[in-house]
C-alpha cells in the first residue's frame, strides 16, 4: 500500500507539470513567429506549405505581392510545364526571381533582413522555390499517395496505441486507486483522505483525456499535411485560428485584448494557484510540522498563507498582464451590488468560513455532532467545511451550520472525555460484586484511561432491577461506540460467570371483581349465562372423569409389566 501511496503522489505531481510545460511550449513555439515580425509581411505559399515572407515595395502591400506570386506558382504547376526552371535576373536594379523566364517575385530592400544582402535573399528564395516545386510535383505522382496513405494508416494505428496505452495507465495504475484504505482517526493517518484521491483521480482522468485529444489532433494534422488538397485546407483553418486568437476584440478599461491574452492570464492564474498550493504545502510539510503546533494550527496557517499569497499573486499578475486596476472600479462596484443582493448565501458562507478559520471552534482533526451527524473534522474552506462519519463517508456542510446550530465538539482544548454506561442488575444480587466486576471490567480495557479511574455509582433503585452507572474516561472520542460494545459484552459474560442476573422488565397487574346487581341485567341475559356455565361444568367433569379412566389403566398396565420382571429371574432359578 505504501508503494501504491507513492506511486499516486509521484503521477499527481509530474503529470500536470509535465503538461503544463508541453502547452507552454507549444503555445510559444506557434506565436512567437507571429510577434516576432516587427513588419507587416505575406507568406508565399505553395500547396498549403509556407515558403518564405514578403514585405511591402513601394505602392504594393504584402499581401498583394504574395497573392499575385501564390496566383503565378498555382498556374505553373497546373501547366505542368517540365522542367521547371527558376532563375535571378540580376541585370534590374533589384534581383528579380524568374520562373521558366517568366517574371516571379522581386526582391526588394524590405524583404532583407539585417546584414544579408539583396543577392544572398534571392539565391536563398530561388533555392527554397526549386525545392518546393520539385516536392510539389513529386507528391502529384501515384507513387507518393501510396506512400502517403501507408503513412495516414500508420499515424491512426499509433494514435490508437497510444490512446489505448493512456487507457491502460488508468486501469491499472490510477483506477485501483480508488480503494486507498483510509484510517478512521485522521490525526494519525498514513494515506489520503477518499475526498482528495477522488479529487486528484478526476483531474487527473481530465489530463488523460486532454492528452488523447491532443494524440488524436496531432495525427489528424499530420495526416492533413500529407495530401496536398487537404493541406491548403488545413493552412486557411490554421490562418484564421491565428487571426481569431490574435485580434484584440475584448474591451476592458482603456484597451482591447484578445482571446490568446485570455488565454495566456488563465494560464498564469492556474500557474499562480499551483504554486501557491506547492508553497503552501512545503511550508506545512517541512517548517510548521518542525514546530510541534497541532495540525489544526497547521492547516490553520497554511490556509491563510495560502489564500493570502494567491490574493497577493492575482494583483500582480492583472499588473503584468497589463490591466490598469484603476479602470476595473465599475466593474467592482457592480459585483459589491451583486454580492449584496443575489449572492447574499455566498457571501454569508464566506464570512462564515473566515469566522471558523481565525475563531476555531472547530478545527480539522476534531470528533464532532452536528445536525445528527458524528465525524471528524477533514477540510475546512471559506465556503464549505468537509466531515468525514464513522461511515467513511464525506459530508459537505455550510459554513454558517456550524454557527447557526448547536455543535458538540469531543476535542475541543483536549480529545480526553467521559462515557457512561448504564447497567442493570435483579434485587437481591450482590452489590459489592457488582461493582468490582464493572471496576475490573473497565480497567482490562485497552482504550480507557487509568487517570482518571474508572468509577461506579449506584444510581436508583428501578421498578425492577438495581440500576448502575460505570463512568470511563477515554482519549479518543471516534472510538466510543466500539469501546461501549466491548464493555457491554464483557459484562455480560463476567455477570453469567457470577450468577448475576439481568432482569426483564415487570408488571404487576392486579384484577379486582365486583358484584353486579342484578336488576341491571335483562333475564335472557341470566338465563345465558346459567346455561353457559352449566355446560362447562360438565364439559369439565366429563374430562376428569376421561382423563383419571386413562391414568388408570397406565397403572394396571405398568404393574403388570413390574410383576412379569420380578418373576423371571425366579423361574430361570428353579429351571437350573
Known sequence: MCLCNKKSKLITSLIPWILTILIIFSFL??????????????????EGRTLFYVSESGQYTAEQR??????????????????????IDSEQEVPVITINNRYFLSVTYNDVPIGKSLQGQALAWKNTLEVA????????????????????IADIFLASILSWKLGVIWQRWLKPLKTTPTDPNPSTSAYPSTSSVKLRLVGLLFLLTIIRGIIWLVALGHISRLFPQSRQWSEIILEILQISLITDVFPLGNQKYSVLDFFILIGLLAGLVTLTRVVSRVLKSKLLS????????????????????????????????????????????????????GLQGVAQEFISGLVLIFE?????????????????????????????TLDQISVILPNSRFLNSEVINWSHSSPISRLQITVRVAYGSNLETVKKILIKTAKNHQDILSMPPPQVFFSEFGDSSLNFKLLVWISQPYKQFQIKSDLYFNIDSQFREEGIEIPFPQTDLHLRSSDVSSPTLSPELIHSLTNLSNSLAIWLQHNSNHQTVQDKNKEIKSNKTTKKENLSPDEDHTSN
Open 29 to 46: 513555439g506557434y506565436f512567437i513567429p507571429i510577434f516576432g515580425q516587427e513588419k507587416p509581411t505575406a507568406p508565399i505559399m505553395l
Open 66 to 87: 504574395a497573392r499575385e506570386a501564390n496566383n503565378h506558382l498555382e498556374k505553373i504547376l497546373e501547366g505542368r510545364e517540365a522542367p521547371t526552371v527558376v532563375a
Open 133 to 152: 516545386i520539385r516536392k510539389a510535383e513529386y507528391q502529384r505522382t501515384p507513387q507518393y499517395y501510396l506512400k502517403a496513405i501507408i503513412i495516414a
Open 290 to 341: 518542525a514546530t510541534g503546533l497541532s495540525r489544526a494550527v497547521q492547516d490553520t496557517t497554511a490556509l491563510i498563507f495560502n489564500y493570502t499569497l494567491i490574493f497577493l499573486g492575482t494583483i500582480v499578475v492583472l499588473q503584468v498582464w497589463g490591466l490598469d486596476l484603476s479602470s476595473l472600479t465599475v466593474f467592482a462596484s457592480v459585483l459589491g451590488v451583486g454580492i449584496g443582493l
Open 360 to 388: 476555531r471552534p472547530i478545527q480539522v482533526g476534531d470528533f464532532i455532532e452536528v445536525a445528527g451527524l458524528m465525524g471528524t473534522v477533514e477540510r475546512i474552506s471559506v465556503r464549505s467545511t468537509e466531515i468525514r
